[in-house]
């Protein structure tokens, strides 16, 4: 299991991101919703749609595993 987070502010996209808490792309915590433990990306992004629209996981750590 993994601690993820999600970008409070979206990227120039309109995404907010999804990061698991030691990726190097992650915003200050000061700048991100805390998601809880979570065994795939995948149930993180779900957990940050019941309050964000747009939502998509972090290329760079959140790659398909």
């Known amino acids: 299991m ?3 987070y ?10 907010h991101l ?6 190097e ?3 200050a915590y000061e700048n991100c919703d805390y998601l ?3 065994a ?5 992004v779900r957990q940050a749609e019941i309050f964000l629209e747009n ?3 972090c290329e760079f ?3 398909e595993e």
Do not use: L, W
Request: glycine share 6%.
């Open 2 to 4: 993994t601690i993820y």
């Open 6 to 15: 999600v970008n409070k502010k979206p990227e120039k996209t309109g995404e």
């Open 18 to 23: 999804v990061h698991k808490k030691e990726c």
């Open 25 to 27: 792309h992650r915003p």
């Open 36 to 38: 809880g433990y979570f």
């Open 40 to 44: 795939k990306p995948d149930e993180a």
């Open 55 to 57: 939502i998509s996981s």
């Open 61 to 63: 750590c959140c790659k």
